[in-house]
């Protein structure tokens, strides 16, 4: 008699990992690529019969975070889990901050680069990744980490300096400047590269639950961002905007949600295929959301952009498949970016 295991059981198991990977990955292409596209929709277009475009992007980090804090208030209390704070205030307050800044940059740098620029910027974020790791977790990386940050380095200049047609228009003119546009997305990269960091390192000197840190994290954000709201004397100002536009109002619900939804598809497709699966799947969603970006708001690739977009996305495919062979763990970029910044991955 055969002792392996039995062929439906094998069967059941395989079908049953195919539907568990298949949620996965239409949970987190569907809500990041409608997060994508709701994004440059709030910044980018107008409303209204007056052209009236929404200027408040840390309104837009408010209510993201305040239905995040919800979501996972409810899960630390349906879990049995206990709320209280397993570090000092203040340093989930530094994750906060440095939150903020990398959000409010990303959305204020949407009024002046469009977005398949950001998202093929975005991709470079692993070069403030391995300073701040170097400064912050005296991490050492490889030789092979520094060529992939330099062909990325590479394609994302060649997509950010040679923009297409559209980009140039005169009817755009007024709304674009590469040179504002370029140093908010070196914030977000600087920003962005310092919160992952320093989350990691709470995690390591703590012991430090993704709940957790997302309740205290997005918590101290509320409160951060409403009171940024009140001093700037923007938060009477957004409220009457989104009264005023209620396609507004349900394009902000509706980014909320979505933010909120794909932290947790986020965290179940790391904790059930691994970093690998989820890097792999994060990569084709940025190269679906420039394409359906392109298409949507009409953003005309030039033939520079092009061969930049092949050249970071062939650099981040090939990082994948090359770290798909076992290998001694090392201290390296082989641990997903967007793995490190799963608490926060609400993205923006």
Request: charged share 15%; glycine share 6%.
């Amino acid at each position: 008699m055969d002792g392996g295991v039995p062929e439906s059981a094998a069967g059941d198991g395989k079908e049953n990992k195919w539907l568990k990977g298949s949620f996965a990955v239409v949970g987190i292409m569907s809500t990041l690529v409608v997060y994508g596209v709701l994004q440059e929709k709030i910044m980018r277009v107008p409303y209204g019969p007056n052209h009236e475009f929404f200027k408040h992007s840390l309104f837009l980090v408010f209510c993201n975070r305040i239905s995040t804090s919800a979501v996972s208030a409810v899960f630390l209390l349906t879990s049995k889990r206990a709320l209280d704070p397993v570090a000092p205030i203040y340093k989930y307050g530094v994750v906060s901050i440095s939150n903020i800044l990398t959000t409010t940059c990303q959305y204020e740098a949407l009024k002046y680069v469009s977005f398949p620029v950001q998202t093929l910027a975005k991709c470079a974020k692993m070069i403030p990744v391995m300073i701040w790791g170097t400064l912050i977790m005296q991490k050492k990386y490889k030789g092979p980490d520094y060529i992939l940050a330099l062909l990325v380095t590479l394609g994302c200049s060649l997509f950010i300096l040679f923009p297409g047609a559209s980009e140039l228009s005169s009817f755009r003119k007024e709304r674009e400047s590469t040179v504002w546009g370029v140093s908010l997305m070196i914030g977000y990269l600087g920003f962005d590269g310092f919160t992952s960091t320093f989350q990691d390192k709470l995690f390591k000197g703590y012991d430090m639950g993704i709940y957790n840190q997302i309740f205290y994290t997005t918590l101290c954000s509320c409160i951060l961002s409403l009171t940024g709201l009140i001093l700037q004397g923007n938060l009477l100002m957004a409220i009457d905007f989104v009264s005023r536009h209620k396609d507004c109002f349900f394009d902000i619900a509706l980014l909320s949600t979505v933010a909120t939804a794909s932290q947790f598809f986020i965290s179940y497709t790391i904790r059930t295929f691994g970093a690998l699966t989820f890097a792999t799947i994060m990569t084709t969603r940025q190269l679906v959301s420039i394409l359906l970006s392109c298409v949507w708001f009409a953003h005309p690739l030039s033939l520079e952009q092009f061969i930049g977009a092949v050249i970071v996305f062939g650099s981040l495919y090939a990082k994948v498949f090359l770290k798909s062979k076992p290998e001694k763990p090392l201290p390296s970029l082989h641990k997903s970016d967007e793995e490190e910044n799963v608490p926060l991955k609400v993205i923006a």
